[in-house]
């Protein structure tokens, strides 16, 4: 079983929609990352959270410590936000979830 | 300029080769880092490096040594190539992890494929 788990593995939305994907993990952990990775394949770093919430544009990521959950929510969503978000928590090094696909249809 | 780059992009080799990609960052960070993202897109860390310490995934084949000759430079060599070591290698660096919280910037990977 993987120490991260995220939730849906695909997403179809259209353009405008707010969205919401969700990573669970297993382990005690200092900080989570949330990872975008384009369809050429190039990945940035969206957030970093060790507690709270963030926002920067139109994401916003939470974390729930004690429950062991994250969230990132799109809001107005477009095409150009079509990637996979990748969830990733660090307990002495980083662990990665399977990543959730979204597309965004005009 | 960019910040954390890979050479070469596309490697296309036979089984039983040895081969080595490149990784240099000029981000001035302490920390590289190896990953494999194989067909599903799973990322999996194979090693973190900084001028003190190598931490090894021990699920990593030990045909797979990261070498680096500086700071700036960590390279994987890869010996006695295999069918199940394609997938596409990332690069990364950061300042120390502490933590985890250091932002990670990735290079642009390596898209390896074994015949």
């Known amino acids: 079983k993987n120490e991260v788990e995220q939730s849906p593995q695909n997403l179809t939305a259209q353009e405008g929609e707010f969205i919401t994907i969700n990573c669970s993990y297993s382990v005690g952990i200092s900080a989570l990352h949330w990872l975008q990775q384009h369809p050429g394949g190039g990945i940035v770093s969206l957030f970093m959270l060790s507690s709270g919430k963030k926002k920067h544009g139109r994401l916003i990521a939470t974390i729930n410590i004690q429950e062991k959950h994250s969230s990132l929510h799109i809001t107005a969503s477009h095409p150009r936000d079509s990637a996979v978000y990748i969830c990733a928590v660090y307990r002495n090094q980083f662990y990665f979830g399977t990543g959730t696909s979204l597309t965004v249809i005009p | 300029d960019t910040a954390v780059s890979q050479t070469p992009k596309y490697l296309v080799t036979q089984m039983g080769n040895d081969k080595s990609i490149k990784c240099e960052q000029n981000l001035g960070h302490d920390t590289m880092y190896w990953y494999k993202q194989d067909s599903k897109k799973f990322l999996k860390i194979m090693f973190s490096?900084?001028?003190?310490?190598?931490?090894i995934n021990e699920t990593v084949p030990n045909r797979f040594s990261p070498k680096s000759p500086d700071k700036a430079h960590l390279n994987l060599h890869i010996n006695s190539l295999e069918l199940g070591d394609s997938a596409v290698y990332f690069c990364?660096?950061?300042?120390?992890?502490?933590?985890?919280?250091?932002?990670?910037?990735f290079g642009p990977g390596t898209r390896l494929t074994v015949l």
């Open positions: 490096y900084n001028n003190k310490e190598l931490i």
């Open positions: 990364a660096s950061s300042q120390w992890p502490d933590q985890g919280n250091n932002e990670q910037f």
